[in-house]
């Protein structure tokens, strides 16, 4: 079993930035990725980063060149660096514990999720 709790969320301005914190407990090494993904009202949930053990990242070419994901293994703390925020970047950010794909399904471990809103 693999818990995640996503912290950090809240109200920002466009152009501003945030950093959302998601700490892992349980058998993480059990999963070979790390990823984030996010759910706006009325759409369907959507791959935003991911990172694997190894250090190797992808991003959703939305977001790319604006989110970092990182993780601090002496934590088990996965981070998602949000700057130049967009209004279209609101929504309910999750992490997730899985395999290496831009895909829910290949997710089987999911935190309940941190709600970021950027005001323009």
């Known amino acids: 079993q693999v818990q995640l709790v996503e912290s950090g969320g809240g109200l920002v301005q466009a152009g501003g930035s945030l950093r959302l914190s998601c700490a892992a407990s349980?058998?993480?090494?059990?999963?070979?990725?790390m990823g984030w993904f996010r759910q706006a009202p009325g759409k369907e949930r959507e791959f935003v980063g991911a990172?694997?053990?190894?250090?190797?990242?992808m991003y959703a070419d939305a977001v790319k060149g604006r989110f970092i994901v990182s993780v601090d293994n002496a934590k088990n703390t996965l981070f998602l660096q949000m700057n130049r925020l967009k209004p279209e970047d609101t929504a309910v950010y999750y992490c997730?514990?899985?395999?290496?794909?831009?895909?829910?399904?290949?997710?089987?471990?999911w935190g309940q999720g941190t709600q970021v809103t950027v005001s323009s």
């Open positions: 990172i694997r053990l190894s250090g190797v990242t």
């Open positions: 997730a514990a899985g395999g290496w794909a831009k895909t829910t399904y290949a997710y089987d471990y």
């Open positions: 349980g058998r993480t090494f059990s999963r070979s990725t």
